[in-house]
């Protein structure tokens, strides 16, 4: 009883914390006058951004946020850590901060009598790469994110909050950004007043190798194609190339005929040295490619459905977005609920519209498609004891850290999974309507509205079900439900679309692609394994041969059936294991021990494909026709 009582003491204490604990919630008015942030990014060889804030304030107690809860990341990952030396003033003398003890994202401050602002000063110390993050500054190109570079006033809806941002880039530097530009002086640049909100959302790259491409000359909303690369030769684009990359806007008008910004621009970082990245903005996306995206442009195909995944996201996710992300400000803790819809149907789209724009041909999404098919068909057993649904928390769960089994705990699989269930929706939507309306239907209707408008227009669950039953009456909602909350599979839209799945002993082209990325020879559909070139052990799948014969990630695999081991070695054990009687056997080392594994697998290579079903209407090679 003492010790219940001494707890009930301390919680009573907690509760009288000082408003010191408390960050005022956010308030639709606008703040006063205009916020500034400067950002000097010059200090390329530290990789040091050093930023100052100078926020229009009262006397009395003022709370300056650190954003934490970020768009397109959809979970509370703010690089708070990154944030050092912070340092308030006003009217030039130091004023004492304090970080909020239970929001550490939160700095209060007392403003004095006669001050009319605040200004804060800090240093992003941005990533020098290993454990420490994606690398953001390198010799020849930066990438800027506002929400890292500013604090902003607590107590505010920042759709009201009115800021100007000026940048000082390394000398002769160009730069990007979906941001209009007041001036420039010498290598400052000034852009033009904007809401806090639109500043998070308009990201800038600059860098010293840089070509601009109109992806569609004399458009009234242009769109752009922005390439920084580590080296000028990496920027050569052929006119094929280029057609391609107009096509993917001109398919995307076609699909959703309304477009939801002033301007466009495509951000396209070429480059092995600053860390890789795939974000989606209102008016802007950043993205990165390997140096030879253009030189090398047959070998680099496999991840051309980048560019269309995140121009996708201007409709769906960003102009249009789950109710429960559409947040008041970045402090705020955002709901994930619809990812399925965010993520999920824009995967859907991103392969679709790389095919009708050429950036793929139909065999590419073809191979592409068998692959994520594969997943949902033997590489997720998690899906046995985890609903669909429940992976939309992945981003707070997990935040993309690399898991021991991510087979079985599953993570993010709203991204795929969440392709694979509108596959399936769009085969639903062509049989009750005998093929005459299907998916891109409902893309119109549900993001085609208001052209020019891009204020955030946001949607619930029942917004979906009613916009799919006004094209094809159904339960809808019942038929999304049992995909999201169940534990059934995942692929029942490739019959519905005229092919099945099929393992063969012969990996497709886009399997040989995801090897060679990985430098891996990947056996989950067969011994249910992944195993580096270098004989590291990735992902294991649970309960497959693999993993009962005691192979785990993080093994090395130093021998195979009594010789070094290769992964050519490993791929033809598995490939001549329908003709053996015998096991494969390993010899692993696990920490300091090494110990000889056996797998009793018969089955020989298995590598997904998808084969037409005779007699059966050719859906998918409909889908992916160009409009």
């Not at 804060?120 to 993050?133: E, K, T």
């Not at 949607?459 to 916009?467: G, I």
């Given at each position: 009883m003492k010790s219940r009582a001494l707890a009930l003491s301390v919680l009573l204490s907690l509760t009288a914390v000082p408003a010191l604990a408390q960050t005022p919630p956010p308030a639709?008015?606008?703040w006063p006058g205009t916020l500034r942030i400067n950002v000097d990014a010059r200090d390329l060889g530290h990789r040091i951004f050093k930023v100052t804030t100078t926020v229009p304030a009262k006397p009395g107690p003022l709370t300056l946020l650190y954003p934490q809860w970020l768009p397109g990341h959809?979970?509370?990952?703010?690089?708070?850590?990154?944030l050092a030396g912070l340092q308030v003033t006003a009217n030039g003398k130091p004023l004492k901060w304090q970080r909020d003890q239970y929001n550490v994202y939160a700095f209060k401050v007392e403003v004095p009598e006669g001050a009319s602002e605040v200004v804060?000063?800090?240093?992003?110390?941005?990533?020098?790469?290993?454990?420490?993050?994606r690398v953001v500054m390198t010799p020849e190109m930066l990438n800027l994110q506002w929400n890292a570079n500013s604090l902003y006033?607590?107590?505010?809806?920042?759709h009201g909050v009115t800021v100007q941002a000026s940048v000082t880039l390394p000398?002769?530097?160009?730069?990007?950004t979906a941001l209009e530009t007041e001036r420039r002086d010498g290598d400052t640049v000034v852009f033009k007043p904007i809401s806090y909100d639109h500043l998070v959302d308009s990201p800038l790259f600059a860098g010293t190798h840089y070509q601009r491409f109109d992806l569609d000359p004399g458009a009234r909303m242009p769109v752009h194609l922005n390439v920084f690369a580590d080296d000028a030769k990496s920027l050569k684009a052929s006119e094929d190339q280029l057609k391609a990359h107009r096509a993917l806007v001109q398919q995307m008008?076609?699909?959703y005929g309304a477009r939801h910004f002033d301007h466009y621009e495509f951000l396209l970082a070429l480059t092995g040295k600053l860390g890789g990245i795939g974000l989606e903005h209102h008016r802007s996306s950043e993205n990165s490619g390997d140096v030879g995206y253009f030189t090398e442009w047959d070998k680099t195909w496999l991840g051309r459905d980048l560019l269309p995944h995140e121009f996708n996201h201007s409709w769906n996710g960003k102009y249009r977005r789950g109710a429960d992300l559409a947040t008041a400000n970045f402090n705020t803790p955002m709901g994930d609920s619809l990812l399925w819809v965010y993520e999920g149907q824009t995967q859907f789209w991103g392969q679709v519209l790389a095919a009708r724009s050429g950036l793929w041909s139909q065999q590419q999404a073809r191979d592409v498609l068998a692959n994520v098919a594969a997943v949902y068909d033997r590489g997720r057993p998690g899906l046995a004891w985890r609903a669909l649904q429940d992976t939309t928390n992945d981003p707070t769960i997990a935040q993309r850290r690399t898991l021991p089994y991510r087979n079985y705990q599953m993570s993010e699989d709203y991204y795929s999974g969440g392709q694979m269930l509108w596959l399936e929706v769009e085969g639903k939507l062509r049989a009750l309507t005998a093929g005459k309306r299907g998916l891109d239907d409902f893309a119109k209707a549900f993001f085609g509205m208001d052209d020019g408008d891009w204020d955030?227009?946001?949607?619930?669950?029942?917004?979906?079900?009613?916009?799919?039953?006004?094209?094809?009456p159904s339960d809808w909602s019942g038929f999304l439900r049992e995909r999201l909350d169940g534990n059934g599979p995942l692929i029942g839209g490739l019959e519905m679309a005229g092919w099945k799945l099929v393992y063969r002993d012969t990996p497709n082209e886009a399997f040989k692609a995801q090897e060679t990325r990985a430098k891996s020879a990947m056996l989950a559909y067969s011994i249910g394994a992944t195993v580096t070139d270098g004989g590291v052990v990735g992902d294991v799948i649970w309960d497959s041969p693999a993993f009962n014969a005691g192979l785990a990630p993080g093994m090395t695999v130093i021998a195979i059936d009594g010789r070094e081991y290769k992964s050519e070695r490993l791929k033809d054990a598995v490939a001549g294991s329908r003709d053996s009687k015998a096991p494969i056997t390993l010899?692993?080392?696990?920490?300091?021990r090494i110990m000889p594994l056996s797998i009793d697998y018969h089955g020989g290579a298995q590598y997904p494909v998808l084969e037409r079903i005779a007699g059966t209407p050719d859906r998918l090679s409909a889908l992916w026709k160009a409009r």
């Open positions: 639709q008015s606008a959809h979970s509370p990952s703010g690089p708070i850590d990154k804060a000063h800090f240093d992003y110390l941005s990533s020098q790469g290993g454990s420490q993050g006033p607590a107590g505010v809806d920042t000398s002769g530097w160009s730069y990007a008008d076609k699909l955030v227009n946001p949607y619930t669950f029942e917004d979906v079900a009613s916009t799919l039953n006004g094209i094809a010899l692993v080392k696990s920490f300091d």
